[in-house]
Structure formats: structure tokens, C-alpha cells
């Protein structure tokens, strides 16, 4: 007996059909989570070919999706659909041209591939009439759950609703095979007009907010037995502080591991909201402050922050809201150095030859990491301007949202930068790439080319920056500023901010920065 590939299965009716799942970044672009495609062959080496095709043909996409736009993959994926999973089967019964044809089980050979296929079609036709006479929906439920899950249902056969909607279904496949036919022998009026690809199969993407993911949680948690006491510390650490900070209308599948460092990073100056005055500040006048709360919240207090924060996002997950959990390699606070680790001499070298491998701009996003210390969500909130011949990153419009008052200053361009014309770069560098992809990227591929990566992630190029500038003997008061953040450590803690530097000392403190 053949022993069939791990993609290539036999379904109920003898045919081979390709089954596999695809990668979490691109079921977006797919509008589903798994390929599910009937080969029509009975014949395993033919079908082992068009598998190996269309298998192929998908990997190819999986290569390219982090260096691509949106515009771009949804495109590759188009026209993938189109030619690889459509397999216009009323064209094929029309012209016979496509990839899927069939030979006769009796040996017979038709004149042209449009009647084999239109064979096929026949046999199909009357398997599912006979189905749906029975009132049997066996046939048609692999195809309907799928549908379903793509929707965060879980298909329940019991249910009554389930069913109808696996009936309707069989009947819209029944119509489908009945044109085909029709068309095949001249009886269909053909319909002219013309819907473009993109609006026939562009997925339309579902978006969960944060006060959407809230209410979903907040109705759970009230029922798994908590205390009211619990159940109040909980709610309000997410009401007045998480969801604020996140923004409640931010979709919940775009927040990354560096976005969840940058809150944890922003726990570590923030006040003791059962003080006065904090007491009586909502979020927004808290992270206005311009000083460094002299009560800061202890370390057993962000853990309790940050333990709520991976509870609601176990919840999303389970309750399929999002796919990846982004503080599944969070690290928490427990008084002892193991944050995100800042990168050695050798990984910066390894990592800089490896972002010259790739084969596109989003290089340069990652120089711009490794030479300003930037958080990465500030990265696409930025602009490029100049002053006395200073190109640098204008973090001070109040238009923007950033976290802190403080986060709002100016970075010059390190003089790296300007030789790579990040100055001109920059627009495109945010039009072309998307935070989430390049953080992916960054923490799942380019990562493992170090040898060291415990501790290591994207985030690492801010700790990167401010040790290595310490090392330099730049100013901790001058390190803040570049960062626009208190830098802690066991020597010096800052504790005010001051903005007397100007952009000139800011670049040749940024300039020894030599990797």
C-alpha cells in the first residue's frame, strides 16, 4: 500500500485531495485557516504532482510575506487563489483548459478535458442530489466547518441551525455543478458582467477592538467563581490603566511582544495611584507627568499588572479572538536582572550581516532600531526634519500618541543612518511595513542566528543603546533624553528630565555609538 504524504489524502469518493494549514500571518489574506483542495484525480502520481505544485507555489508565498506590503501579499494571494485553489471548474467544463481533468473509470478516453471534467461533475452532481435527498450532510460538513471556524464558530452537529446552514450549503453546490453542466452543453445564458478579483475573494478583515476584547472578558470572569474584592482589582487595572494605555479602540490581533515590553517598560515609572495627588489623576493626566513619580509602584505591583494583562490575552486566545499570544515570552518583574538583555559586540555583528541578506528596505528599520533606541511602535509615529543642519526624528507633535510626556523629543540620525538616506527613506520605510510583521520577523527567524538568544528580542536594540552609550560615558541625564525614558540602574537613577541639551550634544552622543 502506498504510504500517501502528510498533505495528500483520499477522500470518501476515492479522489485525492491536499489538506494543509496555513501559517497564522497569512490567513488573514486567505480569509481561512487551513487548504482543503480536491485534486479530482484518482490516479496518485498525478495527483502527488499537482499536490507538489500547488503545495509549492504556497511556500513560495510564506518566503516573501515579511519583506512584502499588505497591498503586496494580498495581490500574491489573489492570484494564488485564482490559479492554484479556484480551478475555475465552470471555465474547464467551457473550454477544458485548467489544470484538474479526469480519467474515465472504465478505461473509456473522452475527446477533450472539458468532458472528462464535465464527468467528473456529473458524478459529483449525483452523489450530492442522492445526499440530499437522504438529508445526509456528511459531505458537505468538512467544507462547512472550515467555513464556520473561519468565523469563530465551532461547528456543532446537534445544533439545528448548524445544520440548515450545512443544507443550504449542499444546495449551493448542487446549483454550481447544475450551471456547470448547464454551460457545458450550450444552455446557460452567460452573465458578462465583470467583478474584479479583488472584490470576488479579497477577504475582509474582522477587526476585535480592545474594549470589544474587554467586554468578551469581563462577562467570563464573572462567572468562574472569583471574589468580588478579586474581581474588582482586576477590572479596574484594565479600565484605568491596561486598556487606556493600549488605546481601547486598537485592533487586539496588532499588539506585539515589543508593545507589551513598552507597557511593562512604562510600569516601572509608574505612580502609586492610591497617593495623593495620583489619587485623584486619570490616565491620560499620569502620563503627562513630567517628572518621575517619586512613589512608584513596586516590582510585586507591575508583576500583578502584567499577570492580569497575560490573563486577558489567555482569554482572547482561547476564545479564538486572536491566534498568537503576544506575553506568551514576556518575562516578569522578580527583582532579579533578567529583563530583555541587551545585544553583545557579537550579535550586533551577526545580526547586521544578517539584515544585509534580506531582500528588501525593511533592513533599514532595523539600523534605525540599533542606532536610536527607539521603541519600535514610535518608529511609524515619527517624522524626519531639520534644524541647523541636524537631521533627526521629530517625536514633538502632539498629534501623535505616545505614552509619556516624555517620550516627546528629538533623535538625531546617527551619521550610519544619513549614509543609508534614512532621511528620505523614512515615509516609504512606514507606508511599506507594518510593526507587527517586522517585530515576526525580527523575533522568530532573525533572532535564531545569535548564539545566545536567551532574553533576546527586537525590543533588545533600546537596552542596546542605552548600555552601550553608558559604556561611552554619555550622561544618564543625556541617555534619558535620547530615550525619552528614565534609565535605571544600581548606580544612577534620573529621576527628573531635563530638555537643555541641544540637537548638536544629542548627535555626538548618538554618534559614538560604534557597532
Known sequence: MIKLPTRLTINKNGYYVIRFKIKYELRYYFNRVAINKSLSTKDYKEAKLKADLIYYEYTNIVKVINVLTSEQIQNLVNKYIQEQLQQDTISRASTGAGLVFSNADDGNHFKNNAQASREVISSFLAEYREELGNNDISIIESIGTELLNNINIDYDSSNTTHRLFMIELLKGQIKLFTEVGERYLGNYKEDNTFIPIQQQIAPKEIIVTLKEAYTRFDSWYKKIGVTPKQYMATTNKLIKTILPYFNNDTDVKTITLEDIEEFKEFLSVFPNISRLPYKNMDFKEISNLDNVPECCISESTQSKYLKILKQFFHFMLDDGVIDRDPTKRLIMPNGVSNSTEPFTKEDITILFNEFEL???????IYYILAYTGMRPSELWKCTINQENDIYYFDLTSKDID??????????????????????????????????????????????????????KRMYGFRHTVATTLKHNDIFMDKVSEILGHSYQDDSMTKSTYSANYTLLQLKEAIDSLNY
Not at 534580506?358 to 533599514?364: G, I, M, P, R, V
Not at 523629543?409 to 507606508?431: A, E, T, V
Open 358 to 364: 534580506l531582500t528588501n528596505d525593511s533592513k533599514y
Open 402 to 455: 505616545l505614552k509619556t510626556s516624555t517620550s516627546r523629543r528629538k533623535i538625531p540620525l546617527h551619521s550610519k543612518l544619513i549614509d543609508m538616506n534614512i532621511h528620505n527613506r523614512l515615509r516609504l520605510l512606514q507606508d511599506n511595513f507594518k510593526q507587527v510583521n517586522i517585530s515576526n520577523h525580527f523575533n522568530k527567524q532573525i533572532i535564531n542566528t545569535i548564539e545566545d538568544t536567551n532574553n
